[in-house]
Structures are given as C-alpha cells and as structure tokens.
C-alpha cells in the first residue's frame, strides 16, 4: 500500500508463507512506481522479511518494521485487510484457492483502487487522487515553464 493515496501497488495471495512471494510483491511495485525518490518500505516483522533475498530486492529502499506492541506503524495496512474482508470475503463462501484469488484480484483491482473513496484522498479512490494530483502538479509545471 502507497500510503501517499492508499492504492495497493503489489499484492500476492499464495498458500504459503515464502519469502519468494514477499520479494516478488517488492520487485513488482519498484517497477510500477518507478521513482527516485526515497522509498521506505515497512514489513511485518516475519521471517520473510529478514532473509537474504528480500533484504537484497530492498536495494535502495529503507526498511521499516513494526516495534513490539506497537501496531500503530502497520494500522493502514491492517484496516486494508478488515476492510477487505467485512466488505467483500465475507459476502462468499470461499470454494479453494483459485476462487480466493478471483475474490481478491475483483476487490482490489476492480474496486478498492478505483472506485471505493477514502477520507484520506479527501473521497476519491486512489486512482483518482494520484490522477488528481499529477494533473495538478503538470499544470503548476507547465504554468512555471
């Protein structure tokens, strides 16, 4: 989740706790944000995210991982993940994995980033906060060049 807009960048659901999924989340959202910008990403405090390969697809971006009894740091994902599940999972009778999946990727994909409003995003999607504002940062460009 970019915590600029709330928009979930990269996702995986998978029947195991791999590390290979987590580094395949990172990798994957290091390329549809393309910044050089400095990045923090914050983890949970799990295996995955001490192991050698994730540490290593990290590469110039600070990690950050909750304290002990501290959930504050992890509070948008963890509503993400209420939200998800009130709103949507619980609406079905989940039959195997590739249905879990389907559920997820409809959620996500067709409604979270695009159309469910955000008090954060002053009640745009996310989609429609980031449009919202690079449009305004091109015409602050455009008025100053």
Not at 64 to 74: H, V
Not at 113 to 127: A, D, E, I, K
Request: proline share 3%.
């Amino acid at each position: 989740m970019d915590l600029f807009s709330r928009r979930i960048i990269a996702w995986r659901l998978s029947e195991t706790l791999e590390a290979k999924w987590v580094v395949e989340c990172v990798l994957e959202a290091k390329e549809l944000r393309r910044t050089i910008q400095p990045l923090v990403l914050h983890s949970d405090r799990g295996s995955q995210y001490v192991c050698g390969t994730y540490i290593e697809a990290l590469n110039n971006i600070m990690p950050s991982d909750s304290q002990k009894a501290s959930p504050w740091q992890n509070a948008c994902i963890e509503s993400f993940h209420a939200l998800i599940k009130r709103e949507w999972l619980y609406c079905f009778k989940i039959k195997d994995f590739n249905h879990a999946y389907r559920l997820v990727f409809e959620y996500i994909e067709t409604f979270y980033n695009t159309v469910r409003s955000h008090s954060h995003c002053g009640y745009l999607s996310p989609q429609e906060y980031e449009e919202y504002y690079y449009a305004q940062l091109n015409n602050s460009l455009t008025k100053a060049g």
